[in-house]
């Protein structure tokens, strides 16, 4: 199970989750977060990621424009969010970086296979993202795709494994149900969500 944590902003919650042994670490640059991370808080966070691919999450910037700052900061991964961003927006970044995830939901109708706009994995998540809203997972588990893909929305350390062995992602990803506030993580958190995700 591969394990995403995101919205980070400092290197001491980086650090928390590369030594709990996430597989991937995610900053949110996008104006309207709680979660937005200013260029140094971005370094910081990309300087204490080890092994772990760092994953930058927009979904307000142009697509260029997103992926250069992903290559001056030093990301491995782009990560387009939403309804702002259609085939074209992904040749554009793909134009600029390797590596970028499309992250959708199910009410905005994607194409739910993998690689279909060039993308190496998808990220299917709540309507509102970052809001820790829970979603209906039912209707997924009949359209589940195939291929890499992450499960988000709502995921917390007491309900991870019950989503993992609902829909059978390849990966998670969490943010708020790893804060004790709005923007604010919490490293005990963290701990406990990698370790409920992998026994799921
Ligand atoms: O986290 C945000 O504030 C955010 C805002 C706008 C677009 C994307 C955002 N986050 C993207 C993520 O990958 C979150 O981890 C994902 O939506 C899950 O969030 P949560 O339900 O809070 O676990």
């Not at 902003?9 to 309207?32: F, K, L, S, Y």
């Not at 296979?113 to 993202?129: H, I, M, N, Q, S």
Request: proline letters at 6%.
């Amino acid at each position: 199970m591969y394990v995403k944590i995101c919205g980070l902003r400092t290197a001491e919650h980086a650090r928390a989750a590369v030594d709990a042994g996430a597989d991937a670490i995610g900053v949110v640059m996008n104006a309207t977060s709680p979660r937005r991370a200013t260029d140094d808080e971005a370094r910081a966070v990309v300087e204490a990621s080890g092994a772990a691919d760092t994953v930058l999450v927009v979904n307000d910037l142009p697509s260029a424009e997103a992926a250069r700052t992903a290559q001056r900061l030093g990301f491995d991964v782009l990560q387009l969010h939403g309804r702002a961003y259609g085939e074209a927006d992904f040749a554009a970044a793909l134009a600029v970086v390797p590596r970028v995830w499309r992250a959708t939901s199910l009410d905005l109708d994607p194409p739910l296979e993998v690689g279909a706009w060039g993308e190496e994995a998808l990220l299917l998540d709540a309507p509102k993202p970052g809001s820790g809203e829970r979603w209906d997972l039912s209707e997924l588990a009949e359209r589940a795709p195939d291929g890499r893909w992450l499960l988000a929305g709502g995921l917390s350390p007491a309900n991870v494994a019950e989503a993992v062995s609902a829909v059978r992602p390849g990966g998670v990803d969490v943010s708020s149900g790893v804060e004790v506030a709005p923007g604010e993580k919490s490293s005990d958190l963290i701990r406990a969500f990698v370790a409920a995700a992998r026994r799921g």
